[in-house]
Structures are given as C-alpha cells and as structure tokens.
T-cell receptor, first 114, second 114 residues
Framework: KNQVEQSPQSLIILEGKNCTLQ??????????LRWYKQDTGRGPVSLTI?????NTKSNGRYTATLDADTKQSSLHITASQLSDSASYIC?????????????FGRGTQLTVWP | EADIYQTPRYLVIGTGKKITLECSQT?????MYWYQQDPGMELHLIHY???????EKGDLSSESTVSRIRTEHFPLTLESARPSHTSQYLC?????????????FGEGSRLTVL
C-alpha cells in the first residue's frame, strides 16, 4: 500500500490562476517531506523541504504547508505560468532507520493553459 | 543545477540485447541510486550504493545489475533486455553529510525494448 497519496491526479488551470496540490501520508516515524517538480522528459528537482516543526515555507511563487498532526501537506502555486506545467511529486522520508527510507507519491500532473 | 549525467537519454533495442545505462556525478556524493519510473506511477528504487564497492538491491525486483568502482560512476546493466524492461530509468545521488536527504536526479534514460 502506497503510504503517500497525492491529489488530484491531474489538474488543468489557466495561466495566472492559483492552484493547490495535496499530499497525504501515513509514513511513521516522520522525518521530512519534500516536494519535487518534474518537467516532461527531465529528472525531478527539489522545490522545498518541510520538517516536523515547520508549518509553512515559501520558495518564490510556491508555498508548502505541513500539518504533522493530520499528516497532510499542500503545495500552493500562485499566479501560475506556462513553465509551471509539470508533474509535482511528494516524497516523505522516515526516520525509523539509519537508511532514511523514501516514500514517493505518484505525482500530480499540472497543465497550465495560456 | 545538479551535476549528474545519464547516457543514453533514449535507447531502442531488440529483445535479448545487453545494455548499460551510464550515470556519473561530479558532486562527490557517496550515495547513488537507480529508480524506475512508469507513467502515472511512483518512482521505484531498484538499486542503491552508499559508496565504492557497496551496492544493494532496492524495493523493486529487477534483473539488472549495478557496480560502483568509482565514487562518481554508477552504471546499470541489463544482460538480456526484454519488452518488460521498457521504462524510464532515473539515476540520483545524495550527500551522506546532509541529513535532509535531498536527491539530485539525472535527466533519465528512456529504454524501449522491442
């Protein structure tokens, strides 16, 4: 059973609009949560990391939130641009072992239309 | 920009052929990984290495093999390719000294076996 669930699976928005992507996880014990952006035909690139004590963090037009109690994270994109079209992947790391196992979501495919 | 490189980017071969996917990084990272990615699915870890002469199988059963003779180089080999091996293969590395475990990905090798 995948321990990281992302929604929606896909999303289409118009350029300039805002959107929010969701990530729910059951990974325990929790270490951190990262959001990656993967452009078509490229490898994923880290956007932001959330640790247990952080509630919100911004990186330009991207704002991530974390609720460690409900085990939910969101990625909010403000004033979307065509270049935001990509897959956004949520990755949770556990701290139950020295290896720091990673759990990947299936991603949300975002398409921004002009 | 991550300094991790994969070749070839695209490969189409016939069943039964032997192939090697190359991965090199210039960041001096100890940890290196191979992931398999299919459309709409999460990344699956197939091999990883924590240093020279250290290799381990990941979560996803794979008929491929890897080697780590040099820190910067982590090639993946398929002795006899089959159509079921058709997929996107992503190489990644991370810094053992960085506790947050950010992965730096290559741009991927898309393999098609006819």
């Amino acid at each position: 059973k995948n321990q990281v669930e992302q929604s929606p699976q896909s999303l289409i928005i118009l350029e300039g609009k805002n959107c929010t992507l969701q990530c729910n996880y059951t990974v325990s014990p929790f270490s951190n949560l990262r959001w990656y952006k993967q452009d078509t035909g490229r490898g994923p690139v880290s956007l932001t990391i959330m640790t247990f004590s952080e509630n919100t963090k911004s990186n330009g037009r991207y704002t991530a939130t974390l609720d460690a109690d409900t085990k939910q994270s969101s990625l909010h994109i403000t004033a979307s641009q065509l270049s935001d079209s990509a897959s956004y992947i949520c990755v949770v790391t556990d701290r139950g072992s020295t290896l720091g196992r990673l759990y990947f979501g299936r991603g949300t495919q975002l398409t921004v239309w002009p | 920009e991550a300094d991790i490189y994969q070749t070839p980017r695209y490969l189409v071969i016939g069943t039964g052929k032997k192939i090697t996917l190359e991965c090199s990084q210039t960041m001096g990272h100890d940890k290196m990984y191979w992931y398999q990615q299919d459309p709409g699915m999460e990344l699956h870890l197939i091999h990883y290495s924590y240093g020279v002469n250290s290799t381990e199988k990941g979560d996803l059963s794979s008929e491929s093999t890897v080697s780590r003779i040099r820190t910067e180089h982590f090639p993946l080999t398929l002795e006899s390719a089959r159509p079921s091996h058709t997929s996107q293969y992503l190489c990644a590395s991370s810094d053992r000294k960085q506790n947050t475990g950010e992965l730096f990905f290559g741009e991927g090798s898309r393999l098609t076996v006819l």
